[in-house]
């Protein structure tokens, strides 16, 4: 049997990761998103139509998706709860230091284990919540060389925070070193 859930969202476990991008100062910004999925080489993510991050994506293109792992939880918080447009040092708080991908001309995260250099291509506006999804094209991927072994990625040491929320809080999942492959439980 089934119950209703009473809640305004609901989010299952969405990897939580970081945008990276130039602001309007020309210098690297942060915002933290959870609300995404990639299939082939588009990337897509939701976000408030009205966040710096928003306003800045319409002149600039180029952005970097880091997916950072549990230890960086402070710094990703902080991209999140705190807004662009209140605070200068935002971005200087986390502690995170930046390199520039030359492909998307935006700004990465050294300390990200795997990295998303995209392009946006195209925006979807829902006005009535508020809210905007985003489009954008995977330029590069990049990743911490110690997480490809004889040319294959290694999943099980891949370590992100995934996002499970509803109307009660936000809570953090996280990933455990088992691994099974694709296909094996259908024969």
Request: proline letters at 3%.
């Amino acid at each position: 049997m089934k119950v209703k859930l009473d809640t305004k969202k609901f989010y299952p476990g969405y990897p939580v990761f970081i945008v990276s991008y130039y602001g309007k100062d020309g210098q690297p910004k942060l915002s933290t998103l959870s609300s995404s999925f990639s299939i082939g080489n588009v990337f897509a993510m939701g976000m408030h139509a009205n966040s710096y991050l928003s306003s800045c994506i319409k002149h600039k293109k180029g952005l970097c998706i880091n997916f950072l792992t549990r230890n960086y939880l402070r710094a990703i918080e902080r991209a999140g709860l705190v807004s662009n447009f209140d605070c200068e040092t935002k971005t200087a708080d986390t502690e995170l230091t930046f390199s520039n991908n030359e492909t998307t001309n935006s700004p990465y995260i050294n300390e990200a284990s795997v990295v998303l250099a995209c392009e946006t291509k195209d925006e979807i506006t829902l006005r009535d919540e508020g809210l905007k999804v985003v489009l954008a094209d995977i330029q590069e991927r990049l990743c911490e060389e110690k997480l490809i072994v004889d040319g294959h990625f290694k999943y099980e040491e891949l370590d992100l925070p995934l996002l499970e929320a509803d109307s009660s809080g936000i809570f953090y999942r996280f990933m455990n070193k088992e691994l099974q492959k694709g296909g094996s439980f259908f024969k």
